[in-house]
């Protein structure tokens, strides 16, 4: 490799943890320092900010957590700086950052990139017909926010201009990496294979340390949580490049683990849409290449879309959600009487003041396989924690509901505690409204200084189908002696999620086990193991080069996001509750050693 860019994964999320900047600040030859903040979650959260207060709408750990104690090594090191921290107000973003810069005797050159915002010209949207993407909906009346997922153009522009930090609104989330690379290495913007690259790149480390072992399948095999290591790539100039971590930290670099994440939240693997590239990650290639490194290549591009991808955010309605100890003989039958008395009682007062009934609730007994329906195992317990959520119109109407969860303690089940119940706060539903908006509608900007300059329109092409692939259909029947095992004896998996929408990555930890997986775990299957949590059609997708499938579940988030009343609305956990889908498997494999035998566990459950 003549030349790499060395490039540190900061941060996955608003939130993340602070031990990773000054962390990655350690990695000789460090260049830059990346941070995604920006989740569809994140952006109702800013939006609810900002409603608050105008000079807020984004992502402030970014200037307190992250810069703010580390912002003289990030200047010594000469360390460039990119985040899409600005959410719905970069200017902001960017004036509390030179704010802290200039207490500390620092002055950076902090670019910022806008845009996005559709805010200004969403009447004139909604005049021409505007529709949902997935429910074919108007869009609601008083929207928080609509913002456009944009490229990293305009990132590649501001570090062209000699900016020190760039900061930009909802760009995608990759699109931190493909600016850096773009500029670094002079990418035209029309080399498809390498604007997908660097989208891969991008992809893989915008989770922080979800690439470095963070939420792998074989997490006993990760060490050191509390030191977790962060994400350091080098990237060629192909975009081709090699994953590691700082060194003394923990975490894991793994090739399962790499593979789980480029899969992650992906759909489609010929076709994962991005503002300045289509991909096609079906032949990515994950190889570990010595002690910490794993080597990634293989992404192919396409020209994009003509559109941008928009999301506006709205509130529907107000929700409440309960937490209750209940301990004792018979646990989970006390927390459902109590439940079903809570709901019951407050109805009751919601009719005596005449308000309508709750639009929504929900019950769930965490402890007790909750998630799970009918693959939850009957065990004993005497130790269960009552979840009650609920959803009104009216905010007044959450708070009978509100208080009246406190007197379960004395008055309805020995062993409840509810005294932490009543900390529970009534919050809006913020929904998700999902769009496409021409590109021509968009001006992006630069702004450094005072300097201000225009992005430059993203680059086209005719749109193209991918490259055909010769995927082996082979399928292999276990035999008659078959023995069943979990499937986590042969697969890695993750999940994630895409709005209402979950994306199940399962990864072969052999290639040999990838046709007797493809024979036993169709979208038949999928869809009548999680029957009980998906309203919509399963898809499979194929992706040779991971050795893996890919899978799609329509409408299995309970609305997804804050506007799911599940305990789990991002999907996480269902990768975790597919590796016990049984799988029949050959006996030899078990008596040559390929594959652990089953755990008593799994010996009459899947």
Excluded at 463 to 471: E, G, S, Y
């Amino acid at each position: 490799m003549t030349k790499a860019v060395r490039i540190g994964g900061a941060s996955g999320f608003w939130g993340d943890s602070a031990i990773a900047t000054p962390q990655l600040l350690q990695v000789p030859g460090l260049q830059y320092l990346v941070y995604d903040y920006l989740a569809e979650t994140t952006m109702s959260i800013l939006a609810r900010a900002r409603a608050k207060d105008p000079a807020l709408g984004y992502a402030t750990d970014f200037v307190h957590a992250a810069m703010a104690p580390n912002l003289g090594a990030i200047c010594a090191r000469g360390v460039r700086v990119i985040a899409n921290a600005g959410g719905l107000n970069p200017e902001a973003c960017r004036d509390a950052l030179s704010a802290v810069a200039r207490q500390q005797g620092l002055a950076p050159r902090i670019a910022v990139v806008t845009g996005d915002d559709l805010m200004p010209q969403f009447e004139a949207l909604r005049a021409q017909g505007l529709r949902d993407l997935h429910t074919g909906e108007a869009p609601p009346a008083g929207l928080y926010s609509a913002n456009a997922y944009v490229g990293a153009r305009g990132i590649a522009q501001a570090l062209a201009l000699g900016a020190d930090i760039v900061i930009t609104g909802r760009c995608v989330d990759s699109a931190v990496v493909v600016g850096a690379l773009a500029h670094e290495f002079a990418w035209r913007w029309d080399d498809w294979d390498r604007i997908a690259a660097g989208t891969l790149a991008g992809h893989v480390i915008e989770c922080g340390a979800q690439a470095t072992g963070g939420l792998f399948t074989d997490w006993a095999q990760v060490p050191d949580w509390a030191n977790m290591g962060y994400p350091v790539i080098d990237c060629a100039a192909d975009g081709s490049f090699v994953l590691s971590k700082p060194e003394g930290t923990g975490g894991l670099i793994h090739p399962g683990a790499v593979a789980e994440q480029v899969l992650y939240e992906v759909g489609d693997p010929a076709h994962y849409l991005m503002p300045d590239v289509s991909c096609d990650f079906r032949q990515v290639r994950v190889e570990a290449e010595a002690p910490g490194r794993v080597r990634v290549s293989g992404a192919r591009g396409r020209p994009p879309t003509a559109s941008y991808k928009a999301n506006g955010t709205w509130r529907d309605g107000w929700q409440l959600q309960l937490l209750m100890a209940i301990r004792g003989i018979d646990a989970p039958a006390k927390a459902r009487k109590t439940a079903d008395a809570l709901l019951e009682r407050t109805r009751a007062q919601l009719r005596g003041r005449g308000l309508a009934d709750y639009t929504e609730t929900r019950v769930e007994l965490l402890g007790c396989e909750a998630l799970y329906g009918a693959h939850a195992r009957s065990l004993p317990t005497r130790e269960v924690v009552l979840r009650i959520a609920a959803r009104h119109a009216d905010p007044q109407g959450l708070a009978f509901l509100q208080r009246e969860c406190a007197s379960a303690g004395t008055s309805m089940g020995p062993g409840t505690r509810s005294s932490f119940a009543g900390r529970a706060d009534v919050q809006p539903v913020i929904k998700v409204f999902s769009f496409l908006v021409p590109k021509a509608k968009l001006a992006l900007r630069v702004a450094l200084g005072d300097t201000s300059e225009a992005v430059a329109a993203p680059a086209q092409g005719p749109a193209t189908a991918p490259l055909p692939l010769d995927v082996d259909a082979t399928r292999i029947q276990p035999g008659d002696d078959a023995v069943s095992v979990p499937l986590v004896a042969l697969a890695w998996a993750r999940s994630g999620d895409k709005g209402d929408d979950e994306n199940i990555g399962v990864i072969a930890r052999r290639p040999e086990f990838l046709p007797l997986l493809r024979a036993q775990l169709g979208p038949a299957q999928l869809r009548a193991y999680f029957a009980h949590l998906v309203d919509g059609e399963v898809e499979r997708f194929e992706v040779p080069g991971l050795h893996a499938l890919n899978f799609v579940l329509q409408r299995a988030l309970g609305g997804g996001g804050v506007a799911s009343l599940r305990s789990d609305p991002l999907g996480k956990s269902l990768a975790q509750m597919l590796l016990d889908h049984p799988v029949r498997i050959p006996r030899r494999w078990i008596d040559e050693g390929l594959v652990t035998g089953p755990a008593p566990d799994h010996a009459s459950h899947p």
